[in-house]
């Protein structure tokens, strides 16, 4: 009876969630503080009613309902107080430092319960700075803040928690959850399969090729790795394990693929949004600069199935292909999406955008009846979309944390500068240093947080160094979303390990191997600007985009030491040496004035040529008859 309760009030909390977000898009009735502070208690009452049901002890339970009812009412003293908070900002009163002590420790909680311990002991060390910094000697020195004045830029002062971060939850990335979360209700997941199904024809590796295709296609919705890999890897990992994959490769198959759903527009996550406020652009500027890149990626992945699929002789059987049920599920997908690019396009908000193809989307699930939800069901489905909504809210609400710490005590300038010191004025060294602070930042932290974090500390001196910003910007995000799948902390791959019943940390290193072209690509978009729709030079674009691709096959051909069949060690060298001439070619024109990028690109070209021939002559040997092949010599 308890747990039917507690049930039946995250489901109406979650509604009640979801018809306010819809609401707001069409009437604006409160100002942008008072719909964070709104947006804030709703996260607060689903995400401790979440805690709630799973407490298996009854005081766990009271504790957490408790946590609830002060994170209601501790929202609504901001909400009914907002004129107050905005004069006595930075010299609170003690109820409002009651108040944002009460917010800030219940922001940590919350943190904690939906993302682990990581990003709350991340926060903890930046508050610690900002209120006992002025003792630290030397460059990390700052000014001293009473007590009073840290509470309220942290929280009760509506900067901190509230402000640039949270108004992205509230105002942008709420409603995309929910979106993402309707297509397995009505049945969009049908056209995945199907669709996957002509790559898996196309490409060897069967129901693997299914995986990346339907996990491209929900990631480009759902923009969350691990929501994803519980999505599609429900039904692609055991299907893959039954036609022969290892349950590691099974397992990274599905991270790698769920992982590119970040990157993938018209979606891309919340860190996407967030990489339009930073830039000052509209988002469809974002979704457009990203579109090739993710092809690529996906392109990638698609490879290192194949070779996979080669290098341990695994050969799926073909799948027929429902055309029939492709094309019914066909408008439940297409017409949604297509409606949310144009509106993004033509400059409305995203969230408006969203609230038009949510309205498509169950419309059109409700005309056939083979797609028809059951009204319990699609309440569900949405509650569990604001639920999820909901995590990633508070998420960035700790970041606006971090952020204001930064910015307050001068911190983020700081390191910056360390940064400029350490690579010496280097592009190359301050990028891989980049690579790595956003690797190492997205170890068990949400993408949105890990790239906001390196976007506010480190692209700033990456920028001074020449580097256009929206390719500064892409660069993080590339890195801080592969931190899904780089050990010691690959959220998507523990997912996916845990499906496929595999080691987690040979499950890691083989998505990461899968995910090779996310560690190139970034560094193509620094050095290329091509890649972002940005050409300096036509001539050297149309070659970059043969370069590309043929690198990218080469250099995962020698990863896996395959292409048609298994590699001997001469077509592993030349293919390495094709995607080194490939690659550099697209990355580097001119090396101390020489136009060193055509005999690149000719060297590069005859390279993979010589290993292809080489390739379809052994393969053609491999198909003979044995007593064919002794005749033959």
């Known amino acids: 009876m308890r747990l039917r309760l507690l049930d039946g009030a995250l489901v109406l909390s979650g509604l009640a969630m979801f018809g306010y977000q819809m609401l707001t898009t069409q009437y604006l009735f409160l100002g942008s503080y008072e719909h964070q502070a709104v947006h804030l208690a709703f ?33 609504g003293y901001v909400l009914a107080n907002m004129v107050h908070l905005e004069e006595v900002f930075g010299f609170p009163d003690p109820m409002d430092v009651a108040v944002g002590v009460v917010l800030i420790g ?7 319960a939906a993302w682990g311990w990581t990003l709350p002991i991340v926060a903890a060390i930046f508050v610690a700075y900002f ?38 939850s509230a105002n942008q990335v709420f409603l995309f959850v929910v979106f993402g979360s309707l297509l397995g209700i009505i049945k969009v997941n049908d056209f995945f399969l199907e669709a996957g199904k002509i790559a898996g024809k196309a490409f ?6 299914t995986a990346v295709v339907s996990s491209g296609f929900i990631g480009m919705i759902s923009g969350a790795a691990v929501a994803n890999v519980a999505v599609t890897g429900a039904f692609t990992i055991p299907y893959m394990k039954q036609v022969g994959y290892k349950p590691q490769h099974a397992g990274a198959i599905e991270a790698a693929a ?9 979606v891309m996550g919340a860190a996407a949004f967030l990489m339009a406020s930073f830039l000052g652009v509209s988002y469809d500027a974002v979704m457009l600069a990203g579109i090739l890149p993710a092809v690529l990626y996906f392109w990638g992945v698609m490879l290192g199935v194949q070779f996979l699929a080669v290098r341990f002789d695994i050969k799926a059987p073909l799948e027929r292909v429902d055309y029939r049920k492709l094309m019914r599920r066909l408008p439940l997908f297409g017409l949604p999406l297509a409606v949310l690019i144009t509106l993004l396009i033509m400059q409305y908000s995203p969230a408006k955008s969203a609230f038009w193809a949510i309205l498509l989307a169950i419309g059109l699930s409700y005309i056939d009846p083979q797609t028809r939800p059951r009204p319990m069901e699609l309440v569900k489905s949405i509650a569990g979309g604001a639920l999820i909504g909901a995590q990633i809210g508070i998420s960035l609400a700790i970041v606006g944390m971090i952020a204001q710490t930064l910015i307050t005590t001068g911190l983020g300038n700081k390191i910056a500068g360390l940064v400029e010191i350490l690579s010496a004025g280097n592009l190359l060294i301050g990028l891989a240093l980049t690579m790595v602070v956003s690797i190492i930042l997205g170890c068990g932290v949400p993408t949105s947080a890990a790239y906001t974090l390196v976007a506010i500390v480190v692209i700033p001196s990456v920028i001074k160094m020449g580097v256009d910003p929206m390719a500064a910007h ?5 890195f801080a979303v592969i931190s899904s799948l780089t050990p010691p902390v690959a959220l998507a791959a523990l997912a996916g390990a845990g499906i496929a019943g595999a080691p987690y940390f040979k499950t890691a290193l083989s998505a990461a191997k899968l995910a090779i072209s996310g560690f190139i690509i970034p560094f193509l978009i620094i050095f290329n600007p091509l890649l972002t729709f940005n050409p300096v030079n036509w001539v050297w674009g149309l070659g970059t985009v043969i370069a590309v691709p043929l690198g990218m096959t080469a250099l995962t051909a020698a990863i896996y030491g395959c292409g048609l069949t ?24 001119h090396v101390d004035g020489l136009p060193l990028e055509y005999p690149m690109l000719a060297l590069g070209a005859f390279a993979f040529i010589a290993v292809l021939v080489s390739q379809i002559r052994t393969s053609r040997a491999n198909s003979q008859p044995a007593a064919l092949r002794f005749q033959n010599g």
């Open 258 to 266: 769920s992982t590119g759903g970040q990157l993938m527009p018209p």
């Open 474 to 478: 892409f660069f993080s995000f590339y």
């Open 106 to 112: 219940l922001v940590v909680i919350a943190t904690r």
């Open 43 to 75: 996260i607060f009452l689903l995400l401790f009613l979440y805690q709630a049901r799973q407490s298996k002890a009854r005081i766990g339970m009271v504790l957490n309902l408790t946590l609830a009812a002060l994170g209601v009412a501790a929202s």
């Open 204 to 209: 060897r590796g069967g129901p693997g090729q």
């Open 566 to 589: 298994v590699f001997s060690l001469r077509e592993r060298i030349l293919a390495s040496a094709a995607a080194a001439l490939m690659l550099g070619y697209s990355g580097f024109r």
């Open 131 to 168: 209120l006992w910094g002025d003792g630290l000697p030397g460059h990390l020195y700052h000014r001293p803040f009473n007590f009073d004045y840290v509470v309220s830029y942290l929280s009760i002062g509506l900067s901190g928690i509230f402000g640039q971060f949270l108004g992205i």
